[in-house]
């Protein structure tokens, strides 16, 4: 194996590129249109353009891909996780080019691939699983007496893919028709295939996954197991390794289901086995047969790289360890940082600033190790094309609380400045006392992500006033000499619009003058603040734990810098397409009703009347791209009658 065309993008892709060329391994990157200027492109041996933006014509294009390996001279294709590293016609095509597949063999995908195939392998195995439909009649009519069998709760799931796509939530059997329609469109969107299956819902377990590795001369061992139960919308945010409820007993009967169904499939590679852990039962949730996103923490815990594993393997050599001589060592925690708000909504833009704090090598005995993957840049653009994550931390350490804490330092220390992250929320998480305690199950977030929302939004409105002024002072030139006038400043900040008065001290100083306030004295610039121009008098600045966005609105007429405008308006929150409109002009609406779906970065978000109102326009419609800020539709009194 000489060189590796890497079928993906971003953190993985540099990945991938780190280990390979470490190995003396030549590598070829492709890239979208979007991705022209990544960092991957520019450090990997050479680089392929493949045309398009979007996935479907860039990063799922096996033709694309197969002609680039031919153009280069590649004789090996790693397809990192996601976009076709579950694809068994993509892994089959490879093959049949007479390149090397660094994956599970393309007959083990399939088995696996689909999560009614990994159950009903698995049931041949004694591996448990919950009950459920999952057969080839994938009518609305079937699923409902289906459902009305296995009896609520139950999960309806996509049959492909991964990543929390095409998962809905049923408590009531009304709720199944809206659920099957909303999850069959993800899953397409997603993964090209609308198949569904329904399962009966744990509502209280933790997620908790097996790595497993195979060669092909019939070893097969599992590397502990990582705990993901802190996740939105499905999607984990935070995982960990080893999980706080799993002892050793545990472990080993989880590990032999694990290593069972991996070698019933006749798996090769790299593979997670994914279970539901309620109390000291786990059952089947679905196999991945392809890297996760979280390989790092088990890097951490075992010193072993995943990576080098998976090229070793592809190139036909035995595993270099038996399950006697896995040993895991301490403790390690990882998180997701994405480029959505505290309230999970996905965000686009350019990164203006960026600082990342220093990372080390796992050295097992070092606490407090750290290691960033991620994909940033000052002037990286961040596209609606891909998903939201931008990079991951991982922190090793002996114990489970230096682990968290050295983390939390950690990301109070990244500056990533020009759009927002979940980066003060993700420290927000892991200093929760129920986090921090060991008990954070699936539902964490459904229950907790109100109260953290609200700590981050007191956080930033306490240090708002300070650090929004410093942003607007700093970017500006300001006189060494005092002036006796004040100056009437308005700020938005948060929907809210607070007067105040500016007086310049002259060396820097300001002194800030509120209504029912004492003067305060700032000097200026502030130690601590950073800030950046995302727009014409607007301002993102970040101190320690704290984002804030503001806005200078002293120029804008009083009536529009106090206009709520919600009320009457419903606009775009992100970048996105217009998927569905399940209301019409002169529908009346209960607040929370759905007005319009938008799909962003993978993804579908439901966005909802804020009050009840009267439709009274519809301004976009299905198909359509949509902008951040552009009105989708305006409403009128839920008391006025239909517009004639």
């Known amino acids: 194996m000489k060189k590796i065309l890497i079928a993906n993008r971003s953190e993985i892709a540099r990945r991938i590129i780190h280990t390979a060329h470490r190995m003396g ?224 007993a545990l472990r080993e009967r989880m590990g032999a289901c694990a290593v069972a169904l991996a070698q019933a499939a006749g798996y090769v590679g790299a593979g997670t086995v994914e279970f539901l852990l309620d109390g000291a039962e786990f059952f089947l949730m679905e196999m991945n047969t392809r890297l996760q996103v979280e390989h790092p923490v088990t890097e951490a815990l075992t010193g072993l790289d995943l990576v080098e594993w998976q090229i070793r393997v592809a190139r036909g050599e035995p595993l270099p360890l038996t399950q006697d001589e896995v040993h895991l060592q301490g403790h390690a925690v990882e998180v997701r940082l994405c480029a959505e708000d505290a309230h999970f909504r996905p965000h686009t ?7 990342a704090p220093p990372a080390t090598a796992f050295e097992r005995a070092a606490p407090g190790a750290l290691r960033f993957d991620h994909a940033l840049e000052e002037g990286a653009e961040v596209t609606p094309h891909y998903d939201a994550m931008l990079g991951k931390l991982i922190v090793h350490a002996p114990t489970r609380a230096e682990a968290i804490a050295a983390l939390v330092r950690a990301l109070h220390s990244i500056r990533v400045l020009g759009l927002p992250t979940n980066r003060a929320f993700l420290a927000a998480c892991l200093q929760h006392p129920v986090f921090a305690s060991g008990q954070a199950l699936v539902p964490f977030l459904a229950e907790h992500a109100q109260e953290l929302q609200r700590l981050l939004s007191n956080d930033e409105l306490s240090a708002h006033i300070p650090s929004a002024l410093s942003a607007i002072f700093a970017s500006n030139s300001m006189s060494d000499l005092p002036c006796a006038m004040a100056r009437p400043v308005r700020l938005r900040h948060q929907g809210e619009v607070h007067s105040i008065a500016v007086r310049e001290l002259g060396g820097g100083r300001l002194q800030v003058e509120q209504a029912g306030a004492e003067p305060v004295t700032l000097q200026l610039p502030q130690r601590g603040v950073h800030c950046v121009a995302v727009a014409p008098r607007r301002w993102h600045w970040q101190t320690g734990a704290v984002d804030g966005w503001v806005e200078d609105a002293s120029w804008e007429p009083v009536a529009r810098a106090g206009a709520a405008g919600g009320a009457t308006e419903l606009r775009a929150p992100f970048n996105g397409k217009v998927v569905a409109l399940p209301v019409a002009a002169g529908q009346a609406l209960a607040a929370g009703d759905t007005v319009v779906v938008i799909e962003s970065m993978k993804l579908e978000h439901s966005l909802a009347s804020p009050a009840a109102a009267t439709v009274a326009e519809l301004l976009v419609a299905p198909g359509q791209q949509v902008s951040p800020g552009q009105v989708l539709a305006r409403f009128a009194p839920a008391t006025q009658g239909a517009p004639a």
């Open 25 to 248: 391994i030549e590598t070829v990157a492709v890239y979208s249109d979007a991705d022209a200027n990544a960092l991957h492109v520019r450090e990997a041996t050479q680089a392929v353009a493949l045309g398009g933006a979007a996935s479907a014509d860039t990063y799922l294009r096996t033709d694309k891909l197969l002609a680039a390996a031919r153009a280069t001279g590649a004789d090996a294709v790693h397809p990192g996780y996601g976009f076709l590293s579950e694809n068994a016609d993509f892994a089959q095509a490879v093959v049949d080019a007479g390149l090397t597949w660094i994956g599970p063999p393309p007959a083990a995908i399939r088995a696996l691939g689909s999560k009614a195939g990994a159950k009903a392998l698995a049931q041949t195995q004694s591996v448990p699983c919950l009950p459920g439909y999952a057969g080839d009649d994938q009518s609305d009519e079937r699923f409902a007496t289906e459902a009305a069998r296995i009896g609520t709760p139950l999960m309806v799931k996509a049959v492909a893919g991964g990543g929390g796509r095409g998962m809905r939530l049923v408590t009531d059997l009304a709720q199944l028709p809206a659920a099957l329609a909303s999850a069959r469109s993800e899953a397409l969107a997603g993964f090209g295939c609308g198949d569904l299956l329904i399962e009966r819902a744990l509502l209280q377990p933790r997620h908790v996954e097996v790595q497993v590795f195979a060669d092909d001369h019939g070893a097969c061992i599992h590397l502990g197991e990582r705990d993901c139960s802190v996740q939105r919308r499905h999607q984990k945010i935070i995982e960990e390794s080893p999980s706080p409820a799993v002892d050793a």
């Open 349 to 355: 833009g350019r990164v203006l600033q960026f600082s």
